[in-house]
């Protein structure tokens, strides 16, 4: 029988570790949070927009089918 290899999240002593390494975590954790939330909200008001328009190309108008975009290399 296999085991699965689950990797276990590591544990970390905050109050353990020095000043300086604690603060550039948690400043790490607060610039990724920061940078998830801007994200979830932009996703949000894609979803909310009736119309979505890219370099003059829509994409998406109400109550149609969403259309695809590609991006063209210019040479």
């Given at each position: 029988?296999?085991?699965k290899n689950?990797?276990?999240p590591k544990k970390l002593?905050?109050?353990e570790m020095p000043n300086t390494?604690?603060?550039k975590?948690?400043?790490e954790?607060?610039?990724n949070?920061?940078?998830k939330m801007a994200e979830a909200k932009l996703w949000q008001q894609l979803l909310e927009a009736e119309n979505l328009t890219i370099n003059g190309n829509t994409i998406y108008?109400?109550?149609e089918e969403l259309n695809g975009f590609h991006i063209r290399n210019k040479v």
């Open positions: 029988m296999h085991k689950k990797k276990k002593g905050l109050l390494e604690r603060i975590l948690i400043k954790a607060k610039k949070l920061q940078q108008r109400e109550n």
